[in-house]
């Protein structure tokens, strides 16, 4: 793999992580922020034009998207983690190929969940999976960790494509 055709992700402060506001209190991750292999290579991915926009998956057989928020920026709790995804019309290669969200706390240890994309409807925004779980401890808050995130497809080697992700929310419960 040519590390010139993966995109590395630009954490532009408020524009593409997103603190909580306006009394929410949720974390945004938008994927201008996130790491995305064969991003940068318009044959598999198109990126958002502004740092707001979705990233939409054309086509691969390797998909991950990855990316990390700094501990210091979340208090010392519980969270979920989800992607905010939707389907386009021409999605294919989905069946049969379950995508894995990972989320890990600094030097902690790995929390997985597997989603069955195949039965998402097209053009509806879910928030996919529902609960990705993880804890922030004090100890974290005062490490120089990060909060890691992702999302995988890297098994089954076949090609998919029409995938959009949103963003990433990270959220208290």
Do not use: C
Not at 19 to 45: E, H, L, N, Q
Not at 115 to 143: C, W, Y
Request: no cysteine; net charge positive.
């Amino acid at each position: 793999m040519g590390s010139q055709s993966h995109y590395r992700g630009v954490a532009k402060d408020n524009s593409t992580i997103i603190p909580p506001r306006d009394g929410s209190k949720t974390f945004m991750v938008k994927p201008k922020a996130m790491d995305i292999i064969w991003g940068a290579d318009s044959r598999y991915w198109r990126l958002p034009n502004s740092d707001d926009g979705p990233v939409e998956l054309l086509q691969v057989s390797w998909l991950e998207v990855t990316g990390s928020l700094d501990l210091k920026k979340l208090e010392a709790k519980d969270y979920k983690l989800s992607f905010t995804v939707s389907m386009r019309p021409d999605a294919f290669g989905w069946k049969g190929s379950p995508v894995y969200f990972m989320a890990k706390v600094g030097e902690g240890k790995i929390i997985w969940k597997k989603a069955d994309l195949s039965e998402l409807p097209v053009n509806t925004d879910r928030k996919i999976p529902a609960e990705l779980k993880f804890t922030v401890t004090t100890k974290d808050k005062d490490s120089t960790e990060k909060l890691r995130f992702g999302l995988y497809e890297i098994w089954r080697g076949r090609w998919k494509g029409g995938l959009v992700i949103r963003n990433v929310e990270i959220t208290p419960v």
